[in-house]
Nanobody, 123 residues
């Protein structure tokens, strides 16, 4: 069973930056589209960012455009979400997910999910 593991969450102040990482046990992200999603207290999980399997295409929810960047390393071993200028509204549990060979923002299409990492932004 493939397991995705997120790391890098924490408590920060508004305006700070944070970088999340995601790794997959037993394989790389080669040929996998990758996404980051988040779930705030009392809300449904929402799409944040997606990266195509070849790393050439990205997509972001409007609320994070210009502040968040999704990327992966050259060896396709890790996927990152760099978050700058964090806002109180970014507080959520952040999840990494991936899917074989496609590029999508639709969370129902993602096959594998991590357990999530908490990001808390104090106002």
């Amino acid at each position: 069973q493939v397991q995705l593991v997120e790391s890098g969450g924490g408590l920060v102040q508004a305006g700070d930056s944070l970088a999340l990482s995601c790794g997959a046990s037993g394989r790389t992200f080669d040929n996998y589209g990758v996404g980051w999603f988040r779930q705030a207290p009392g809300k449904e999980r929402e799409f944040v960012a997606a990266l195509s399997w070849n790393g050439y295409s990205t997509r972001y929810v409007d609320s994070v455009k210009g502040r968040f960047t999704i990327s992966k390393n050259n060896a396709n071993e890790s996927v990152y979400l760099r978050m700058n200028s964090l806002k109180y509204g970014d507080t959520a549990v952040y999840y990494c997910a991936d899917v074989t060979g496609i590029f999508t923002t639709t969370q129902a299409r993602y096959e594998f999910w991590g357990q999530g990492t908490q990001v808390t932004v104090s106002a």
